[in-house]
């Protein structure tokens, strides 16, 4: 049901007396399958739309607007569409790691074409049929972020647990031909896709450049919640260090070749091997900073500029920082460089090791308030206690395991604010509790 959620203020639909409530049932006769089917119809100048409302009433409302111009309605689902259920068993799958008892939607795996195009996340393309790679080139629904992992059909086939999962080079070259630009992820497992296959893979993938923008690489993460599952290597030291030399050195050969790296490596590997993260310029841009990619480094990279031209702050305050034991070090650096020009501001970094997951679990975001409650209470005595973004469910304040951001305040007795992984707003928080005086 194509159900509108809400009307953006100054809005064509909110001219035109369109309210929650009410159902968006076609646009020039075409039925409104999903999200993509309302942006790539509603996008012309001259559109004609059938609204549903409560009472059983039809609407038919004739539009003159400028092309491209919104119409301004939310949908209570925002694919309008159920997404799409990935039908793959990987060996690295991360949700086939998660404890019993959490919230229903952990366990739901999506691997949906739109939901990549709106939300950033990776898709394997194995569940869709020709039609639908038409359909994605037609509707332009471009960058889109693939799952990749490797380019060996008969190791993709092994990895993905799926028998049509071989032909990811020819569905990447349909999208890209068609003008379709292109994430991809590689998800490193040791013993599986690392070394040569490594090597393959950013090969292959860099042919198809600027089709294939950019390449990250991620490790595997290995919960302790994995009874029934394949046996599975973690990235120790010794892999990191190979990985880095590796993609090292692609990436001196691509940007001599084409003025690009193109392939990234997560923060994780970095930290693993104990060695020093790239330079701002290395990453581009951050073009996968959402994969992990890059973000100690624009943290880090942020700060300094801002702290050359540090704001006025006199107040003395306490504030006791969360983050995962990998990061740990990393954030003490960058909060010593806030205390050198704030001496009367005492910043302490707690970091809290991930029982819930496994102690092999180390990045800040999938930290649970269970963990952070039971091993940092003396957390009470500061003013202020900051928590990265991606603690929390992305749209609203709860974390992985259910506990509201309100019960954290309460446990606590202080404030506890969501900070996003940015300095101005970890600056701001530290020097004002998020009001920017």
Known sequence: MNLIKYVELGSIAESLDIEPGDELIGINGTPVVDIMDYMFLADDADIEVEILKPDGETWILEIEKEYGEPLGLVFENPIIDSAKRCSNQCVFCFIDQLPKGMRETLYF???????????????????LKDADIDRIIRYRISPINVSVHTTDPDLRI????????????????????????????????????????LDETL?????????????????????????????MQPVTQVIAEDTISRVHAF????????GTRFAFLADEFYLQAKAEMPPDEAYEGYLQFEDGVGMIRKLATE???????????????????????AAYESMCELTESVSTHYPQVDIRVFPVINRFFGERITVVGLLTAQD???????????????????VFRAEDDVTLDDVTL??????????????????????????YGGKNE
């Open 158 to 197: 092994k990895m993905l647990g799926n028998r049509f999962a071989g032909n990811i080079v020819e569905r990447l070259k349909r999208l890209t031909e068609g003008g379709i630009v292109v994430h991809a992820q590689i998800v490193m497992c040791p013993g599986y896709n690392d070394g040569k296959y």
């Open 372 to 390: 952070m409650m039971e091993q940092i209470p003396e957390a009470k005595d500061y003013d202020a206690l900051l928590l990265a973004d991606s």
């Open 251 to 258: 990436q001196k050969k691509a940007l001599k070749q084409s």
């Open 406 to 431: 309100e019960a954290l305040i309460d446990y606590y007795g202080i404030p506890v604010y969501r900070v996003k992984v940015n300095a101005r707003d970890l600056l701001n928080h530290i020097l």
């Open 203 to 231: 090969e292959t993938l860099f042919e198809m450049y600027p089709g294939i923008q950019t390449a990250a690489i991620v490790p595997i993460g290995l919960t302790r919640h994995r009874g029934g599952l394949i046996e």
């Open 109 to 127: 795996k999506d691997d949906d074409s739109r939901l990549s195009f709106l939300q950033g996340n990776f898709v394997t393309l194995t569940n």
């Open 303 to 325: 700060m300094e500029a801002l702290l050359k031209h540090p704001p006025k702050a006199d107040k003395k305050r306490r504030i006791a920082i969360v983050t995962g034991t």
